[in-house]
């Protein structure tokens, strides 16, 4: 009887053990990213950024200047003067350009003659929009995002980030009605609404702003010149 009443109290034992050594074994192979390489970017020392039309490879036309109109806050928050976006396509448009892949294959040296700035950010969407499903819509904005000084050519940084409606969805501890209900009225107010636009905004940020391995703060910011932590 003894012998019984112990031996499953000591497999429990040994599972719980065996439990925590793999969590930890997880745990410590967990490795940081690997640090970005600001070596260009430190020697650059860019004060002014361009911020160019976003290239949009996403389906909706609402895409580039939605992302356009939030991207100068991040980066003027950064430290950074950014011209501004509506005098810049004012310009392009006044030139006679007007489709964003071809602003952004103009030479660099070009762009520093008409604009001035150190160095221009050239960004692309790669997804912006709402997918619906039956129980939920998930309404998701993806961008990538380079910076290039317009003295030399060099590439600066280079950067992705994206957003998404789900991530403040607690849609899972509703029941089914529940879902149902919330489904419908997302797509009610997605569809009467640019629901894209914020979410834009979030990645903007995410992207754009100062973050580990993202851009580095600019001469006008307190963190200018210090490292960037978590």
Known sequence: MTTRNHAPFAWRRAGALAVAVTTATLVGCATPPKPYDYTAFKQSKPASLLVLPPVNQSTDVKATPSVLAQAMLPLGEAGYYVLPVTLVDQTFRD????????????????????FGA???VYITVKKYGTSYQVLASDTRVELEAKIVDLRNGALLWEGAAWASSTESNNANQAGLIGLLVQAVVEQIINTTTD?????AGIADNRLLGVRVNGVLPGPRSPLYGKPVTP
């Open 195 to 199: 629901a894209s636009y914020r979410i």
């Open 118 to 120: 150190d160095a221009s």
């Open 95 to 114: 030139n006679g350009m007007t489709v964003a892949d071809d602003i952004h294959a103009l030479p660099t040296s070009k762009l520093r003659e008409v």
